[in-house]
């Protein structure tokens, strides 16, 4: 062995033997027991991050401590391929789509490869793979058929000028994010899954994912929003009309000042059938996002319909019907009662158009009827100014209220949910064709089976706004599989959160001909441990747990939730500079305070997450030509525990270059040469770090498991040479393999070992070295500290007692009186009180 460790030459030397004997692929047939390790896959925006290197990192160790424990790993690798980036690069570039998105894979591949991760790419997937998408559009079909699929009218967000749906996220202050024009809310025929008929499985299911950070779970939970409320009606004044409202704070009503209806409820439709003034308000509100965040930040507007609306428990309050571009159709009954003093959009409203605020609950000593404050108050409380409800709790409120309700008959206990149905509808060219086929005598109809994949026409054009399928020539233009009469295809594709949906189980099982083998896809579900980000942590998660129990409602697989275990890693996190002129720079256009094009001096910033918009990312290409894989590999377990962030540092991924260099010198060094003497301290080392480093890989404790490794490498190189080293050094390049697996495999070749590390046994612990069979006692005099004494543990008082008081130390600081009182904690301290 050389004495500098060659980290380009071991990378790729290493990494061609692994690729030409398959070493990662799993067996699905094998009779180890099975682990399944998976990260989030990646989005080909491009390049790989430091984020996606931290992240698959982490999974790369304990698929690869797995293996080497006996388990048959599978550690599968694909691409999130479809979604607009691709679309806005044929904009902006010319590009096609497709052309651009396998270009960006074939770099990240590369990339992920001089990594050197133990993954299994024979199973590797895209998803704007026709053999990809064209099982998920069976399994659309499936659940078509079992009437989980349906369309209907619903509002979404209208660009006019670049004449498309623009999803929540792209909405930035009520306007287009390309265009930059007033979004407006428009209704459209639009595909959705039935996830609320799960809903309460979903919330359910949250209870057995042990697994699971609790902070993900209760975003879950509140997103899914179960509640308990009252669905009730209050009858208008003067004629027979009367507007269904649902509340969850039916405690409250005595507090009503208004009610409120969306600009598409029925009253307000007809009031703008015959006013012009009500129309032009309408049109108003369906300007800006659909989003409850948008909705509960933008100007609240109503327009006074003059109808009164009476009040269910007293006939003599009459409350004013609005018009409000703050209730949605969409949600409840699409009317709301508001309450302004407990609740703050409501409170908004009323401060806004001048309506009475009524306190109902008490808020500590706060009891009168006037509200006063700017702050809505929706703590716990008493009820006050509430007739009969006067004293009671709120939730005692809430069910005296529901009851008076059901036994009057004006209305009734309900349950309803956050959670809305799915809808997956995208007015794009990039995304799973919708295989429905619509026909003026039939309907929608589906595709038959044989003949998908419903593919992507290659000749599209970007030139106009819009969707390129709606413009297509011929590809939309099909005979109905019915009648056989001229029909039209489903311009529409699917979300691309379908797509990843369901690919944890096409990893599992790749038949030709359907899109998973159900005893194959059972070996390995769930999922053992998920790793990615917290930012997924609602609707892609969400989506996944749904599809899973949709296909086990199905009977096409027998599985409940497809991730056992879940792991939100932090970020990677880098200083943000800018210009003199205000402009961000990258850190290589960036030397000592200076940028280098201009000379000028630069402002740092925030240590912020990397991120393209801010500039602040690190490529790591570049840094592992430098330093080779294992250093950055290295540099991503060290120090930050892994659900925190990590920030990035040159004297950081210095730091383990020079710590590979360490453990090449220690595997290379003649002292580790065999000896006949033996070293207990050294075996009792190894042995605990044997079994601390396997209990923190699996607890995902990485750094803790760093440190340990730390310490036996500095133990062993300042032990002098004997058995106990030779054996302990041997041993260390099994250790290290899940984390630095070149250099480790370098050594072990090096040592004359059969065969590749990546395939060796994790080392056995001897179970007699992981007690510590000595003791370091305290010695002290009044409470401080004089003197240790190593003893055998387990020691009796007596003899520590004698042991303690024949220290030199202790004799000279007693001055040769005896003292008054001895106080033993057997195998932790003696104090002695002079």
């Known amino acids: 062995m050389a004495s500098r460790f060659n980290a380009l030459k071991a990378d790729a030397a290493w990494q061609k033997v692994w690729d030409d004997n398959r ?22 925006s491009g390049h790989i991050h430091m984020g996606h290197v931290r992240n698959y990192t982490m999974g790369d160790v304990l698929a690869r401590f797995k293996r080497m424990t006996g388990h048959e790993v599978l550690h599968p690798m694909g691409w999130d391929a479809f979604g607009m980036p691709a679309e806005n690069a044929a904009m902006e570039k010319g590009v096609h789509p497709g052309g651009w998105t396998r270009a960006n894979i074939a770099t990240m591949k590369a990339q992920l490869k001089r990594l050197g991760f133990a993954l299994d790419w024979t199973r590797e997937l895209a998803t704007c793979d026709p053999d990809y998408y064209g099982h998920e559009q069976a399994l659309f079909l499936d659940l078509y058929a079992s009437g989980l699929v349906y369309r209907k009218e619903s509002a979404v967000n209208w660009d006019p000028v670049d004449m498309t749906v623009l999803a929540n996220e792209q909405v930035i202050d009520g306007r287009g994010w390309r265009s930059g024009t007033l979004v407006e809310k428009r209704k459209l025929n639009q595909w959705f899954l039935r996830i609320t008929q799960f809903a309460d499985e979903l919330l359910e299911g949250l209870k057995a994912l042990d697994h699971w ?13 179960r509640s308990r409320g009252l669905t009730f009606g209050f009858e208008i004044a003067g004629g027979a009309e009367r507007i269904e409202v649902f509340s969850t704070r039916p405690d409250t009503i005595f507090g009503a000042s208004f009610v409120a209806v969306a600009a598409d409820h029925p009253i307000a439709q007809a009031h703008a059938a015959d006013s012009p003034e009500v129309a032009a308000f309408i049109a108003r509100c369906k300007q800006g996002g659909t989003t409850a965040a948008e909705i509960e930040t933008q100007e609240k507007l109503g327009f006074d319909t003059g109808l009164k609306a009476i009040h269910p428990l007293d006939p003599a309050i009459e409350l004013p019907v609005y018009i409000a571009n703050f209730v949605l159709m969409e949600y409840g009954s699409g009317a709301v009662m508001g309450v302004p003093a407990h609740d703050q959009r409501d ?9 009475e605020v009524r306190r109902v609950v008490a808020d500590g000593d706060k009891t009168g009827a006037v509200f006063d404050g700017d702050e809505a108050y929706s703590g716990p409380g008493a009820l006050v100014n509430s007739g009969f409800l006067d004293g009671m709790p709120v939730e005692e409120a809430k069910r005296a209220v529901i009851a008076r309700a059901e036994d009057e008959g004006w209305g009734e206990g309900s349950t309803v949910y956050r959670l809305r149905d799915w809808g997956v509808s995208r007015q794009r060219y990039w995304g799973t064709p919708i295989p429905i086929v619509h026909c003026a005598a039939c309907g929608p109809v589906a595709v038959p089976k044989d003949q998908l994949p419903v593919t992507l026409p290659e000749d599209v054009s970007f030139d106009v706004p819009g969707n390129p399928l709606d413009r297509h020539p011929t590809w939309k233009h099909v005979a109905c599989p019915t009648c056989g009469a001229p029909a039209l295809r489903e311009t529409d594709t699917l979300d691309t959160f379908v797509d990843s949906s369901w690919y944890f189980i096409r990893f599992a099982s790749q038949p030709d001909d359907r899109p998973f083998d159900k005893a194959t896809v059972e070996k390995w579900l769930p999922v053992g441990q998920y790793i990615g980000g917290v930012e997924h942590a609602i609707l892609h998660l969400l989506y996944a747990r749904f599809w899973t129990r949709a296909l086990k409602h199905l009977g096409m697989i027998d599985v409940d939730e497809p991730f056992a275990g879940l792991f939100t890693q932090g970020m990677v996190t880098h200083e943000t500079y800018k210009s003199a002129a205000g402009a961000w720079l990258s850190p290589t256009e960036v030397e000592d305070g200076i940028e280098t094009a201009t000379g000028k001096p630069i402002t740092v910033g925030r240590v ?29 377990l060290s120090d930050s525990p892994p659900e925190r962030d990590l920030p990035w540092s040159e004297s950081g991924i210095e730091g383990a270059w020079r710590f590979v260099q360490r453990l090449w010198r220690l595997f290379d060094d003649e002292k580790s040469g065999e000896g006949e003497a033996k070293d207990a301290t050294i075996d009792r080392k190894l042995h605990q770090t044997i079994a601390g480093v396997a209990e923190d890989i699996e607890a995902l404790s990485f750094n803790k498991a760093v440190a340990k490794l730390y310490a036996l490498v500095g133990l062993l190189e300042k032990a002098p040479p004997s058995a106990s080293r030779a054996e302990a050094t041997r041993t260390l390049m099994r250790l290290v393999a899940p984390m630095v697996p070149h250099v480790a495999e370098e050594a072990w070749a090096a040592a004359g070992h059969e065969g590749l590390v990546a395939d060796a046994a994790w080392p056995a612990v001897d179970p007699a070295l992981l007690v510590e069979d000595e003791v370091t006692i305290a010695i002290q005099i009044n409470g401080k500290l004089r003197d240790t004494l190593t003893l055998p543990k387990g020691t009796e008082r007596g003899d520590i007692e004698a042991a303690a008081l024949a220290s030199d130390k202790i004799a000279r600081a007693l001055d040769g009186k005896p003292p008054r009182k001895v106080i033993v904690v057997p195998d932790r301290l003696v104090n002695l009180v002079a």
């Open 347 to 355: 409170l908004d409203f009323a401060r806004k158009y001048g309506l």
């Open 608 to 636: 912020e997450k990397m991120s393209k918009s801010k500039k602040n990312t690190v490529d790591p290409g570049p840094i592992v030509d430098q330093y080779g894989a294992d250093a950055v590999r290295w540099f991503m």
């Open 23 to 44: 070493t990662f692929a799993a067996r699905n047939d094998s009779s180890k027991p099975h682990a399944y390790v998976l990260e989030m896959f990646p989005y080909p």
């Open 213 to 225: 950070p609790d902070k993900v779970k209760l975003m879950q939970e509140n997103w899914i929003g």
